[in-house]
């Protein structure tokens, strides 16, 4: 299909040729009786037309789910979370509670709802879990020291406070056999505060006590309540801080952008023209001094203080070459900025996109810790020989189910935030390769049903490659803490490298994966094609790439900042004079911890937004020349596209001859 423009008035003609021969367009042909034709190759932004992509992999994220019900499943079975919550003693009992007898175990099966904590027969087992000692229910912590036998009698008698074994009475335990396998304890017995139900001794928590005092926390909390309106005001402060910040990217990016850019110069400038007058300075100290005096300690500064200078010499030099030859990438960073402010302000409803990832973030977590309760205490009872204790023998697939299940929350984790960035992408492109943005209808949601359609099993491809290289970070990490005490300095140093290395390609790999969901929201590939072409897209691009992810970010990092400190100052306003908080810190930190997290969600939004834009812009640059096939970017992108001068002028004469045209046909009648 193709658009053909002509034109039929001499005079309007020959303004036209003109215009064209000073534009280098004669190719165009605009003369009395010639037409510009211009092409459309069918595309229009996201295609409609798609199939479904990497089935494979959204069979196989499918089956892994399968696996985890499974995993669900046992573990609801076999698993007694209560002796986590609330404790158990060395018999299988679980503490506060009333307990069924264990087949060949003489003190299970005991009432001890009146005995909610558990006791620790050697206080040494607090700090270090693998230790072996005796775990009794009592109804109190010992809140005296016990130094003798008959100081565990009298505890017993006079406030039932028992602290040996269940089936041995008060009057017998002065001659009761101690010791931490024993049944009673070694004397001794510190004073024990309870701690989550566990009786932990007053020497390990000393510390923890001067940090957290009691009486700050009450102060504390009841701070909170007396200014929980101030809170809640601040939060919605930081809401219309937020909201501000991306109209002020929209509309100033460029006084912004600039102003960073320039306060980078002439503090380096300035940094570094400080250390040579610091040089100088010490410079000339050395020279006044007499020749027999001792000179190697000022010396020594005046060699450190030449170093300091040249190496700021260096990154100055660097930092303004870069800029040099940056300038127009800056520019581009600014446009993009602009352009990002648009696409939101067309699609305000992209600002809560995160929010639902947030909750389903939440949902996953909560299954998650829920059956990980299950999982880590299922287990049969049994009874240990040697101790007499009750020990849970897991499964045979225990640990290999315990990994299943982590890496479950990794790979669902990041295939929710892989829906996120695509569904955002989607939107963003539908509004870019829009001729009549106002002719949107629900782009989010059309994209969000695309990806449902269509795409789950590429970002499951894609989340999955992100999960195996976190779960390769934790396992290495665990072999680091297992090895920590008995690993020499080089494998030490080896396994240091390693953590890096998948640090940084773990960090490659996202934003590779984050550009892979772009391309897939645009053109429906599968993840390995869509990958390939972003790669391309930003190697071709670097120096653009490199301009966006740095000044772009740091500009981004300053706005989450001016929303932070701008809620801690206007809390400041608000608490001065609330005579009923002591610390007035306390709200003021939840709020600008709350203040964070808005302003981070909805620029991280802007960004995914700025990175669609850019990849976008590659697209029609790369697709589109902007006379046969007119581009989809708006007036400000194209002054950074090589032939944009000439599209433009394009289509200045295409309006022209549009207008001549109707004048001609006017005059004919």
């Not at 929980?228 to 937020?242: H, N």
């Not at 020279?287 to 190697?296: H, R, S, T, Y």
């Not at 189910?401 to 929710?416: D, I, K, N, P, V």
Request: glycine content about 6%; hydrophobic content about 50%; overall charge neutral.
């Amino acid at each position: 299909m193709s658009i053909k423009y002509s034109t039929t008035s001499p005079n309007d003609d020959q303004k036209i040729s003109e215009k064209a021969e000073k534009a280098n367009m004669n190719e165009a042909s605009l003369a009395v009786d010639d037409t510009v034709e211009v092409v459309d190759d069918g595309f229009d932004g996201p295609l409609d037309d798609r199939s479904c992509r990497d089935v494979i992999c959204l069979i196989l994220f499918l089956a892994f789910w399968v696996g985890m019900g499974y995993v669900a499943v046992v573990s609801l079975l076999d698993g007694q979370p209560e002796r986590i919550i609330y404790g158990a003693d060395s018999y299988g009992n679980v503490c506060g509670k009333s307990n069924t007898a264990i087949a060949g175990v003489n003190m299970s099966g005991q009432n001890l709802i009146d005995k909610p904590y558990v006791f620790t027969f050697n206080p040494e087992a607090v700090a270090n879990p693998t230790t072996t000692t005796k775990l009794l229910c009592v109804s109190e912590c010992p809140d005296v020291v016990l130094l003798t036998k008959n100081d565990l009698v009298e505890l017993a008698l006079n406030r039932s406070i028992f602290l040996c074994d269940y089936n041995l009475a008060a009057e017998d335990y002065a001659a009761a056999e101690q010791g931490a396998l024993a049944a009673c304890p070694s004397t001794p017995v510190d004073v024990s505060t309870p701690i989550f139900n566990r009786c932990i001794p007053s020497t390990a928590v000393g510390i923890a006590s001067s940090l957290l005092d009691a009486e700050w926390l009450k102060r504390a909390v009841a701070d909170v309540e007396n200014s929980w309106r101030e809170i809640l005001y601040l939060c919605l402060i930081s809401f219309g801080l937020a909201i501000a910040v991306l109209i002020l990217l929209r509309f100033f990016a460029g006084v912004l952008i600039w102003t960073t850019v320039f306060v980078f110069v002439f503090g380096s400038l300035g940094g570094t023209g400080y250390l040579w007058y610091r040089w100088w300075q010490e410079k000339s100290v050395l020279d006044a001094l007499p020749a027999d005096a001792a000179k190697d300690d000022q010396e020594h500064t005046v060699k450190t203080m030449l170093t300091y200078a040249g190496i700021a010499t260096g990154v100055t030099v660097i930092l303004l070459l870069v800029l040099l030859v940056m300038r127009k990438r800056i520019a581009l960073v600014v446009a993009l900025f602009k352009e990002a402010g648009k696409a939101i302000a067309c699609i305000p409803f992209l600002l809560l996109q995160p929010i639902w990832t947030i909750l389903a973030m939440v949902v996953l977590c909560a299954y998650w810790g829920f059956v990980y309760l299950y999982l880590v205490t299922a287990g049969k009872p049994e009874l240990d020989s040697e101790t007499g204790f009750v020990i849970y023998k897991a499964d045979a697939l225990g640990p290999y189910m315990w990994w299943y299940h982590l890496f479950g929350l990794l790979w669902g984790s990041q295939f929710l935030v892989a829906c996120q960035q695509c569904a955002i992408a989607g939107a963003v492109a539908a509004w870019f390769f829009a001729r009549d943005k106002s002719q949107l209808r629900w782009p989010i949601l059309q994209s969000i049903k695309r990806i449902i359609r269509y795409h789950l099993g590429s970002l499951a491809f894609g989340s999955l490659i992100i999960a195996l290289v976190m779960l390769a970070r934790i396992i290495l990490g665990y072999i680091q803490s297992r090895l920590r005490h008995s690993q020499s300095d080089i494998v030490a140093y080896i396994l240091k490298c390693l953590q890096c290395c998948l640090w940084l390609f773990e960090k490659v790999l996202r934003y590779i994966n984050r550009n892979a969901y772009i391309e897939i929201a645009i053109y429906g590939y599968s993840f390995c094609k869509a990958a390939r072409k972003a790669f391309t897209l930003i190697v071709s691009n670097a120096l653009r790439v490199a301009a966006i992810n740095s000044v772009g970010d740091f500009v981004l990092l300053l706005g989450k900042a001016t929303v932070v400190a701008a809620v801690v100052v206007i809390g400041m306003q608000l608490l001065k004079d609330k005579a009923d908080v002591h610390y007035d810190f306390v709200p003021i930190t939840l709020a600008a911890i709350f203040a964070f997290l808005l302003s981070h969600i909805f620029l991280s939004v802007y960004e995914m937004a700025i990175d669609t834009l850019f990849l976008c812009f590659c697209e029609d640059c790369e697709r589109n020349d902007g006379i046969t096939r007119p581009y989809y970017m708006s007036k400000d992108l194209m002054t950074f596209v090589d032939n944009a001068r000439k599209a433009q002028d394009m289509k200045d004469i295409k309006r022209q001859a549009k207008r001549a045209a109707a004048q001609q046909a006017a005059d004919n009648i």
